[in-house]
């Protein structure tokens, strides 16, 4: 099991920027993928980013793409979520969670570990 910890949320407003972190513990880091999530009052937990053991390939959802950046630093076992541009949709409580597996994946029910989440609130 990996143990995670986030931080970084908070309140900004549109338009404006945050960089969450997640520091693990446990196995190995550079072992496995690493993914954001989010998830809105009333909704179900969503996809943001997912990148590989070695920060080599990322892959983002649609609706943060070009606006959101995932990275690695294997070295202080940590994975950052840099969020530009933000907008009142993109509130919600961000997780970061660590795949069973080395290989970027989006499928939920494929991370095993998570953190206890961030909000993140952006005013209009």
């Known amino acids: 099991q990996v143990q995670l910890v986030e931080s970084g949320g908070g309140l900004v407003q549109a338009g404006g920027s945050l960089r969450l972190s997640c520091t693990a513990s446990?196995?190995?880091?550079?072992?496995?993928?690493m993914g954001w999530f989010r998830q809105a009052p009333g909704k179900e937990r969503d996809f943001v980013a997912a990148i590989n053991w070695s920060g080599g390939s990322t892959y983002y959802a649609d609706s943060v793409k070009g606006r959101f950046t995932i990275s690695r630093d294997n070295a202080k076992n940590t994975v950052y979520l840099q969020m530009n541009s933000l907008k009142p949709e993109d509130t919600a409580v961000y997780y970061c969670a660590a795949s069973r597996y080395s290989g970027i994946t989006i499928r939920i029910s494929l991370y095993d570990s998570w953190g206890q989440g961030t909000q993140v609130t952006v005013s209009s």
């Open positions: 446990g196995r190995t880091f550079s072992s496995y993928a």
